[in-house]
Nanobody, 129 residues
Framework: QVQLVESGGGLVQAGGSLRLSCAAS????????MGWFRQALGKEREFVAG????????YYGNSVKGRFTISRDNAKNMVYLQMNSLKSEDTAVYYC??????????????????????WGQGTQVTVSS
């Protein structure tokens, strides 16, 4: 059974940093492209960042470019989201997601939620202004 477990969320002041982690119970983790999405209260789920299987390509939503960094450690089955210069509008539940290998090529990660097959339960990030 596939499990994605996020951690690292919490309360932080505006301008601060947080690092989210996602532990994946995928047998061949390196075959999956990974993504982070977020959903604020009353809003639709939003793409935050994506990383290809090889980690050679990364993708970011416009609102987080230059502030957030996605990375992965295929040896540890982990994906990370380093969030710097946090703003109150970054407040949301953050979800880790994995896409089956057939959905893309080695150096690709989708920015669309429907292209991801597995989702974590989410971790709350609250940024106080």
């Amino acid at each position: 059974q596939v499990q994605l477990v996020e951690s690292g969320g919490g309360l932080v002041q505006a301008g601060g940093s947080l690092r989210l982690s996602c532990a994946a119970s995928l047998r061949t983790f390196s075959s999956y492209s990974m993504g982070w999405f977020r959903q604020a209260l009353g809003k639709e789920r939003e793409f935050v960042a994506g990383i290809s299987r090889s980690a050679g390509r990364t993708y970011y939503g416009n609102s987080v470019k230059g502030r957030f960094t996605i990375s992965r450690d295929n040896a540890k089955n982990m994906v990370y989201l380093q969030m710097n210069s946090l703003k109150s509008e970054d407040t949301a539940v953050y979800y880790c997601a994995a896409a089956e290998p057939y959905r893309g090529t080695y150096n690709y990660a989708s920015t669309r939620a429907p292209d991801y097959d597995y989702w974590g339960q989410g971790t709350q990030v609250t940024v106080s202004s």
